[in-house]
């Protein structure tokens, strides 16, 4: 079985522009990413699907390929969906451009649950331990099933635990957080031009609610750890200190 991870990396960024380029270590954010979803051993091929000429540019300067997209795309998800016809791989990988620090493990795992037990779209989760994280909106949860489905995505701390201080829930249930990478397969990605938004996809701003909507399987996998990812000043801070790279 031949996977393919697809980086979309787009160029405007609200809260820091031109994130993709912002150097880390001497080396672009999207470099790092790059370079470590290269040494998965479970991925056959790497691509950048970008809008940005300057992005490409880039990542040609350092042996990798990239295709251009559409500068409408809304969201990742559509980003790579529109690559497809150049790419290939019955799997499919969406990774973010904003994890510098991203375990090649993970996507071996990913692969590896993949393999184990197909599905329309796979994507990671991790235990919410802390109560602060659970009321956070800028953290994804995730309702599941016994059996590991994904039933829901929110913004809010869900599920609603009655009459328990919000202090108290993640000992009295157990709460998961999303990262947001994803594994299609093939066929799923194929039709996406097919999904119509959705309000509550358009109510929460979280992509893969089009595919729930649509009644599509989406399964998870859970990992030990939140990876690292840089949305904000704050955030590239912390990676660089974790990078080795204080810079300012």
Known sequence: MKTTVVIPARLGSRRLPGKPLIQIAGRPLLWHVWSRV?????????????EAEEIRA????????????PAACASGSERVASVLEAVGGELVVDVQADMPLIDPGLLDALVAAWQQ??????TPVYRITDHELLGNPNVVKVVRTEDGRALYFSRSPVPHVRDVPM??????????GHVGIYGFGRDVL?????????GIEEAEKLEQLRFVAAGLTIDTFELNHCPVTVDTPADLARARHLMGDDAV
């Open 38 to 50: 290269r040494c998965a051993r479970s991925v056959n091929e790497v691509v950048v699907a970008t």
């Open 58 to 69: 880039a990542v040609v300067s350092w042996g990798g390929r990239a295709l251009m997209t």
């Open 117 to 122: 037990r197909p599905c329309d779209v796979l």
């Open 167 to 176: 202090q108290r829930w993640p000992s009295r249930h157990d709460f998961w």
């Open 190 to 198: 194929a039709g996406y031009a097919d999904l119509a938004p959705t």
